[in-house]
């Protein structure tokens, strides 16, 4: 069996994934090399669901009855969990939301919406880059087409790079919004946080930071990385579907107008106006994904006691050895950095003149989970000329032996194919 240096024990913390144990295609065990799609989930967190709908399923926030009064606890201490998970300064900046596409849109819909000096208008731009998931692109296209502000964005170098030369004429002082992603979904490109921040700074434009790549793999210090808005989801860090969130500024979110209108996010209501509640309640309207708070909080538990930094430690030394063994493999392509310095536990690649689908299915055959396609990222896809990769992603519960199962059907694939 390899060894490598910094891993976790992989033999403990398997035993708390259950479907890590599934047999599939004629007693195949899985080999699950897709988290950064979703990841498996704990017994510690699937026991937390059943707790909460067993014994304190009730709304929040507006029953006096016991089990009401308990359900807003829980959902209310799942806040507590997150705000110290990310280093928040004050509960009261952590929304939730249904995962991180919405809080993206959250953020683009409450800058189109509000007054000076934030408003989003004709006369100014919005940047973000070309390796983005579809979901910090879209939004903002919305959000330049319905108010006609430009759109711009940073392309990628050869080597799976942010490609900033000319930073200084991307962000201009027309500038209002730079929302980029910590991580790449496709390539796995940790991206330079503080040169983007230091001049957004410069010419006084918010930064928005989409770290649903970043959260579940390494320590996530909102304070520290210096950006207004941070939006990550729960299902990709061991937590259940459903749910994500929003950090933002306090200032800012006292001053930005809510994007949801309904129950629970009012203060006072008329049929004349209405007045809003204080973050963070005012941008939850309506009944919160309670249970699914509940397992976000119980996945933050997790994923603490066993340390952020040893779990990002471990995905270093995989994706290290990862990227070693690929790069043996016969005509296969990394697509993005081809060594494991600044770069997360994904690894997208070609394999040859084989479709990345046909590669996946007769993984699959093999017992192998990857996924296939242009994973949300289709302009990264664009930029290198392939209509789509095979990527392999990586979490606290993968081996070394994982890695050599995929090389090994990766062999088979060639053999296959001819």
């Known amino acids: 069996m390899t060894q490598l240096p910094g891993l976790l024990d992989t033999e403990a913390i398997r035993k708390d994934f259950p479907l890590l144990d599934r047999t599939v295609h004629d007693g195949k065990k899985i080999v699950y090399l897709d988290s950064a799609a979703t990841s498996q989930k704990p017994r510690q967190v ?40 990310i280093n928040a300064p004050s509960r009261n900046e952590v929304i939730f939301t249904k995962n991180a596409s919405e809080s993206l849109n959250l953020v683009a819909n409450m800058l189109g919406w509000a007054d000076e000096p934030y408003r989003v208008d004709h006369e100014t731009e919005i940047v973000t880059t070309e390796m983005e998931h579809h979901s910090n692109i879209v939004p903002w296209q919305l959000l330049a087409q319905r108010t006609g502000a430009k759109l711009k964005w940073f392309g990628i170098t050869d080597d799976g790079r942010l490609d900033l030369s000319d930073i200084d004429e991307i962000i201009t002082e027309k500038t209002k919004i730079v929302s980029f992603t910590l991580v790449s979904n496709i390539m796995g490109t940790i991206n330079p946080v503080e040169k983007i921040i230091r001049r957004a700074q410069q010419v006084g434009a918010l930064v928005c930071i989409d770290a649903s790549q970043a959260a579940p793999h390494m320590v996530l210090d909102v304070q520290a990385l210096q950006a207004d808005f941070v939006a990550f989801t729960g299902h990709k860090m061991v937590g259940p579907t459903g749910i994500g969130v929003l950090w933002g500024r306090q200032e800012l979110l006292e001053d930005l107008p809510p994007f949801l209108g309904g129950g629970e996010m009012i203060e006072t209501v008329s049929m004349h106006s209405s007045t809003y509640a204080p973050a963070p ?69 070609t394999l040859g003149d084989i479709h990345p689908h046909d590669v996946g299915q007769v993984l699959d055959e093999q017992g192998i989970a990857v996924r296939v396609g242009h994973h ?24 070394p032996a994982e890695v050599d199962a995929l090389v090994d059907g990766l062999e088979h694939v060639r053999n296959f194919f001819g």
Do not use: W
Request: hydrophobic residues 40%.
């Open 281 to 349: 309640h005012k941008f939850e309207a309506g009944t919160p994904p309670i249970a699914q708070a509940v397992g976000l909080g119980a996945a933050v538990d997790y994923l603490s006691a066993i340390g952020m930094d040893k779990i990002f430690q471990h995905e270093h030394a995989i994706t290290e050895y990862a990227v070693k063994r690929l790069l043996e493999v016969p005509d296969l392509r990394i697509i993005g950095p081809s060594t494991a310095e600044d770069r997360g536990a994904t690894i997208s690649f």
């Open 376 to 399: 949300c990222a289709r302009p990264v896809c664009l930029r290198y000329g392939i209509p789509a990769t095979t990527r392999a992603s990586f979490y606290l519960y993968s081996t």
């Open 46 to 85: 699937l026991d937390a669901l059943s707790e909460y709908y067993e014994r304190h399923n009730a709304n929040v926030h507006r029953g006096v009855y016991t089990i009401a009064e308990e359900a807003t606890a829980l959902y209310e201490g799942a806040r507590d969990k997150v705000a110290a998970f």
